[in-house]
Nanobody, 126 residues
Framework: QVQLVESGGGLVQAGGSLRLSCAAS????????MGWFRQAPGKERNIAAT????????YYTDSVKGRFTISRDNAKNSVYLQMNSLKPEETAVYYC???????????????????WGQGTQVTVSS
């Protein structure tokens, strides 16, 4: 079905910004709610942000509100995560995921997402 590939990760100083991209192929992402998750070393994979099928609704975990922006361009079959004012504790592998079971953007648990990319490393230095 759909394949997801993340890009845009890298090394950035604390307070800096990065824009992550998720390119999809095999299926239009217009049928999916999409999410960005992150997993720090030794920790569980947790939600960062989600976006509804047409981009009208978004959800952010409390720690990133006001700093991160999730967006999508269904015509380009892509999802993005703009990350500003990055903190060292946000060093993690960031994953793009697609939700197909019910297509609701308010799903925030990893098991509710059906398709995953391989992740892109984000390292924030202090």
């Amino acid at each position: 079905q759909v394949q997801l590939v993340e890009s845009g990760g890298g090394l950035v100083q604390a307070g800096g910004s990065l824009r992550l991209s998720c390119a999809a192929s095999g299926r239009s992402i217009s049928v999916y709610a999409m999410g960005w998750f992150r997993q720090a070393p030794g920790k569980e994979r947790n939600i960062a942000a989600t976006i509804s099928k047409s981009g009208g609704y978004t959800y952010y975990t409390d720690s990133v509100k006001g700093r991160f922006t999730i967006s999508r361009d269904n015509a380009k079959n892509s999802v993005y995560l703009q990350m500003n004012s990055l903190k060292p504790e946000e060093t993690a592998v960031y994953y793009c995921a697609a939700e197909s079971t019910d297509g609701t953007y308010w799903d925030v648990a990893t098991h509710e997402y059906d398709y995953w990319g391989q992740g892109t490393q984000v390292t924030v230095s202090s």
